[in-house]
């Protein structure tokens, strides 16, 4: 609807524990939308001038990932406040030895955080993401998939006894299981 309508797509605010696709998830929007992605990481982006610095560098329409956006300071989250909701970059400007706070227009993105720990956001920040989804654990089943297709992937022939095995290994994590699987394919090489 976003695309058709050429706005932009609400924030969105991914969650739930590393290797379940949360990087992979916002690059698949973003080529959905056809639209570029950004990717940053959340710990480097520790000052209001660091938002600043960066948001100078976003073109319009494009998706902002940001990994482990709990790693953003308070102040860096709080700077994206007015960004988010009003496409307004605030700034503060010296004039006369005095300090004037204003802003300035900043470009109409999607920004998309991901998190292992939500709690961890300002809950003001977490209310500007207008979707929020938690990422569950995949099933046996489902992993099972996963095993199958990235074997395929990797040209390796495998039991399907055997993906079963690695997947019981693996605690559901589809990075734990292709990390296993690519050792495999190692190793028969």
Known sequence: AARKQGLPLRHILLSGPRGLGKTTLALVIANELGAKARLLVG??????????????????????????????????QETLYSVMEDGRLPVTEKRKGHQTKTSIPAPTVTIIG????????????????????????????????????????????????????????????????????????????
């Not at 001038?49 to 976003?58: A, G, H, P, S, Y």
């Not at 292992?116 to 489902?142: A, D, H, I, Q």
């Not at 990797?154 to 997947?167: C, D, G, S, W």
Request: hydrophobic share 35%; proline share 5%.
């Open 43 to 76: 710990s480097q982006l520790r000052t209001p001038v660091d938002i600043t610095q960066e948001v100078l560098r976003w073109e319009k329409g494009s998706v902002i990932f940001i990994d482990e956006i709990h790693g953003m300071s308070k102040s860096a």
């Open 114 to 189: 991901a998190t292992t720990n939500p709690s961890k956001l300002l809950e003001p920040f977490r209310n500007r993401f207008g979707s929020k989804y938690e990422l569950g654990f995949y099933s046996s089943v489902e992993m099972e998939k996963i095993g199958q297709r990235s074997a395929v992937i990797l040209n390796l022939t495998i039991e399907p006894e055997a993906v079963q095995k690695l997947v019981m290994h693996c605690r559901d994590n589809p990075r734990t299981l292709n990390e296993f699987l690519l050792q495999l394919n190692d190793m028969s090489i």
